[in-house]
């Protein structure tokens, strides 16, 4: 079993949103409930980036290029975090990965995200 499922993205036109979704089912609830977890995006030819990331449920940070635009937001019970992505930008395309900020556990297979202008 994989430690990171990511899934829900897509192909989207320019202002559209997607909903990304993370499950790691392999987390125990207390180490997901105490993990910062973030998502992260890599465009080609580019490297990794963190864009998002949320330490429980109060405290979350975005990087600027996505600030106002995606949200993230997690389900312990669950053990999934999700990005919301509104007014998505074409720069906005790339592959998109969760993690723990300390980035600790393998990669999962990310989910792309393409947006089309």
């Known amino acids: 079993q994989a430690h990171l499922v990511e899934s829900g993205g897509g192909l989207v036109q320019a202002g559209q949103s997607l909903r990304l979704v993370c499950k790691a089912p392999r987390m125990i609830t207390s180490t997901f409930n105490s993990a910062v977890m973030g998502w992260y995006r890599q465009a080609p030819g580019k490297q990794r980036e963190l864009v998002a990331s949320?330490?429980?449920?109060?405290?979350?940070s975005y990087a600027d290029s996505v600030k106002g635009r995606f949200t993230i937001s997690g389900d312990s019970t669950k053990k999934t975090v999700y990005l919301q992505m509104n007014s998505l930008k074409p720069e906005d395309t790339a592959v998109y990965y969760c993690n723990r900020v300390d980035q600790v556990l393998p990669w999962g297979q990310g989910t792309q995200v393409t947006v089309a202008s």
């Open positions: 949320m330490a429980g449920r109060y405290k979350a």
